[in-house]
């Protein structure tokens, strides 16, 4: 139960792959691995080991591997532990549901521009329900067509959240007539945390897996918060 329960967070929240890093990444820091990893951070990474490909509706056959950025983090197994704790309230007992997490995902690692939280979380995406337009609409930001009024006030959360830590009034009334209380509260958790692991995997260069899509390219017009 602890094994499946740990291993359907990181799915969520984090995921696991197979061991492949795409090319030309430079590493500051050196995903540990599991021969290296201490005691405390074999006992919480350990689980990451099981196949995920049924969570990610992949069907693929590889055995995966525990992600980068968890490898790089099990250099500092004391804060590994509680992140993990949070992780799996956020990811367990949220109350948004995952298509909206992961659009708040997505554009929290484009607004960083954190090629491995965008590799990832464009996995995570499609498989809740986001479709490969929308997620090239991401970059667009807010004031892209066709986003319902949901996703436009999530996506306006997201930039707001980023560039200035609080949210407009107008944007607040928004998202306040479309969600609970415990969603809003839940919404800049959701920006808060992914923003913190963008920051990690661009500070430590956590090196992205081959085979995952990476940051597209700035366009003529593509918003960036």
């Known amino acids: 139960m602890i094994r499946s ?26 995903p540990l691995p599991a021969e290296e990893w201490s005691p405390e951070a074999r006992r919480l990474l350990g689980a990451t080991h099981e196949n995920v490909a049924e969570l990610e509706g992949s069907g693929a056959a590889a055995a995966p591997r525990t992600l ?44 960083c521009q954190s090629e491995f939280e965008w590799g990832h979380h464009v996995v995570f995406a499609r498989a809740a329900g986001l479709s490969d337009p929308e997620i090239g609409r991401i970059v667009d930001g807010p004031d892209a067509s066709d986003w ?13 959240l980023h560039a200035r830590q609080q949210v407009e009034d107008s944007v607040w009334q928004e998202l306040a007539g479309r969600f609970s209380e415990a969603q809003l509260v839940e919404i800049p958790f959701v920006v808060g945390q992914y923003t913190m692991l963008s920051m990690v995997a661009n500070a430590t260069g956590v090196p992205l897996e081959a085979g995952h899509d990476p940051l597209p390219a700035r366009r003529p017009g593509a918003h960036l918060e």
């Open 5 to 30: 329960t740990i291993a359907s967070v990181l799915f969520f929240v984090l995921g696991v792959c197979p061991m492949a890093f795409a090319e030309g990444t430079v590493t500051r820091l050196r």
């Open 148 to 160: 319902s009024p949901e996703d436009r006030a999530l996506l306006l959360a997201a930039d707001q």
């Open 68 to 111: 980068n950025i968890l490898r790089t983090m099990a250099h500092h197994p004391t804060i590994l532990g509680p992140f993990l704790g949070f992780a799996s309230a956020l990811a367990q007992e949220g109350t948004l549901s995952r298509r909206d997490s992961e659009l708040l995902a997505l554009r929290a690692a484009w607004n």
